[in-house]
């Protein structure tokens, strides 16, 4: 792809990754990403923000060809992850003159990461200023929204901000502007869900931050850039801390089909009671599905068939992930089989110290369910259903 014209004075000189199907050989790609970088050229001085994947620095040599640009002032380093810092040792390399623009935090982890020498690196504080001559760039601490020295740029004139991972998606397009705002916001929760949700006590405080911000444009560095803020904001607002939905997150495996017609049960018996159940096949499922219905959800219940007396191992997955993330959850339970006996119930919970949950009574049953534990799965329905009156949701 060629640069493309954010607004007057900005170029994207980004890479569209449309075949990445895993990050950090963990999360799913389900529509690849992008790995966005921007140059700005002032009267005075240029300055890139950010560089792309090391496995994209040819489309960035490229760019930074195809635009004939012989000098560069500043490399401004928004977060150490490679994704965005990979082509930092080549983008210094070509501009011997450039100096890098990071937090003090950061500076540590370029060295270490990267290797780049510390005489090219500037540190800016927050709040710290930076003129390209008739443009200038804002630098906004934002420490743990994802990594501790994190920091957002603001280019004044323009009304851009520049927010790094926060408002992002992983999602690649032809689009540089949103123009199909249900998939973006699809992609975008599935990117809060996975990345950004174990940091919204941050995130909260950064949003009210940036509220006394006059902003026209963000211009994140994965996904489409939006041209209409409001959107990702409300978004971002309503994840981090708007009313949960009436609904009960079910991950489970099912071996020999007794847990499956627990599942089944408690789909029902749900259903019975206007609540959404929202099943999830751990041994098909995908997991970024399963972290963006964790965003809003305020109980999960897991479905676990014994395995040598312990919970099944994608189960105990699931809870890792779930402890990991952090997602705002009220109430939780269990239900599952077993053979001959075991401990599902203690190791699950013990997995998951960050969720401060209310544990309803499990339904753990020998073997095959009977009618009596069909009805114990009807009496957990009934006590979610209470505990969901009393908490103030949304419908879903």
Not at 240 to 261: A, C, D, E, R, W
Not at 297 to 309: C, D, E, H, R
Not at 340 to 345: E, F, N, Q, S
Request: aromatic content about 8%; charged content about 20%; overall charge negative.
């Amino acid at each position: 792809m060629r640069p493309r014209v954010v607004a007057e004075s900005v170029l994207w000189v980004g890479s569209v990754d449309w075949e990445r199907e895993l990050f950090d050989e963990l999360i799913p790609l389900p529509d690849g990403t992008s790995y966005n970088a921007y140059l700005v050229s002032g009267s005075e001085r240029t300055a890139l923000i950010d560089t792309v994947d090391p496995t994209k620095t040819d489309e960035l040599r490229s760019m930074l060809d195809s635009l004939g640009l012989k000098k560069l002032d500043y490399l401004v380093a928004h977060h150490a992850e490679q994704d965005h810092s990979g082509s930092i040792p080549y983008v210094l390399e070509r501009y011997p003159e450039a100096r890098l623009v990071c937090t003090l935090k950061a500076k540590g982890l370029m060295v270490d990461l990267l290797g780049v020498a510390e005489d090219r690196i500037v540190t800016v504080a927050d709040g710290e200023t930076l003129s390209l001559g008739d443009l200038t760039l804002e630098f906004i601490h934002a420490p743990w929204v994802h990594w501790p020295e994190t920091m957002l740029t603001y280019l004044r004139e323009r009304r851009i901000l520049f927010p790094c991972d926060l408002f992002g998606s992983h999602l690649a397009t032809s689009d540089l502007f949103v123009r199909d705002p249900s998939r973006v916001y699809r992609g975008a929760k599935r990117y809060y869900a996975e990345i950004m949700m174990p940091f919204r006590t941050n995130i909260a405080k950064h949003l009210e931050r940036l509220a006394s911000y006059d902003i026209g444009i963000i211009a994140p560095s994965h996904g489409p850039l939006h041209d209409s803020p409001r959107f990702i904001i409300d978004a971002y607002r309503d994840w981090v801390s708007g009313p949960l939905s009436n609904k009960v997150v079910i991950p489970y495996v099912s071996m020999h089909g007794s847990t499956q017609v627990l599942v089944d049960r408690l789909i029902s018996a749900l259903s019975d009671l206007d609540i959404m159940a929202v099943p999830h096949r751990l041994s098909t499922g995908d997991t970024g599905r399963l972290a963006m219905e964790l965003v809003d959800a305020p109980s999960v219940v897991l479905g676990t068939p014994t395995v040598l007396a312990g919970a099944h191992p994608l189960v105990a997955y699931a809870a890792v992930l779930a402890n990991a993330l952090r997602p705002r959850l009220q109430f939780a339970s269990i239900v599952g089989s077993y053979g001959w006996g075991g401990k599902a119930v203690e190791q699950l919970l013990a997995l998951v110290p960050n969720l401060k949950v209310e544990v309803l009574d499990p339904v753990i049953v020998k073997g095959y369910p009977r009618e009596q534990d069909l009805t114990a799965i009807d009496g957990l329905a009934a006590r979610i259903a209470e505990k969901h009156r009393g908490a103030g949701l949304k419908a879903a």
